[in-house]
């Protein structure tokens, strides 16, 4: 009956209004994500990023732009058109409650941070802001061509797209080098080690 409800009362939510979340549906839910981004978030493959410990309103709000088209991967499209707005609050549920920590390497200092990128998303790849993502540990290849969609307009946003279009390769290499040679960890808060 609840799954009834929410499927007829879904597209009375008013805009901007949140659905509880249910972070054991996000686990089943993050059963089609895990292939590429493993159940804890951490990616297995070097083309899809990191979403262990996601702000949670960051990944709502791409799984929705993949879902009507505002945001357009092969695959990522696919499988956002399958879910409910439901589903995508549980998933998002589930990933945000990963902890991350970052460790950057030995002999690199904070203040060395690409100072476009470190306001944020920090100098140590982790957010503070809700719908800003973590780019701590994410690969070389994954920060390079989100930027250049940036710059190419694949992608578009009001911050990001005008600081890509004012990197060059080079700068854009440069900041993917920082934020790719930190180290994470995604721990589950609710396991004991």
């Known amino acids: 009956m609840r799954i009834l409800l929410i499927v007829i009362l879904g597209g009375l939510l008013p805009a901007g209004a949140s659905l509880a979340q249910d972070i054991d549906a996000g ?11 493993g159940l804890n978030g951490f990616a297995r493959i070097p083309i899809a990023p990191h979403i262990g410990g996601e702000p949670a309103a960051y990944i709502e709000t791409q799984l929705r732009a993949f879902r009507d088209g505002s945001r357009e991967h092969e695959m990522m499209t696919v499988v956002a058109r399958s879910l409910t707005d439901q589903q995508i609050a549980d998933a998002a549920a589930w990933y945000n409650h990963f902890d991350v920590t970052a460790t950057l390497p030995a002999g690199k200092n904070p203040n060395d941070a690409p100072e ?5 998303h920090g100098s140590n790849g982790i957010s503070e802001m809700p719908d800003v993502p973590n780019l701590a540990g994410e690969t070389n290849i994954y920060l390079e061509t989100q930027l250049k969609a940036f710059r190419n307009g694949k992608r578009n946003h009001e911050i990001m ?10 700068g854009m290499q440069t900041a993917a080098d920082w934020y790719s040679a930190i180290t994470i960890n995604i721990t589950d808060p609710t396991k004991p080690n």
């Open 161 to 170: 797209s005008p600081i890509a279009t004012e990197l060059d390769d080079k």
């Open 27 to 37: 686990r089943k839910v993050a059963g089609i994500c895990r292939t590429c981004h």
């Open 116 to 120: 476009l990128c470190s306001a944020c």
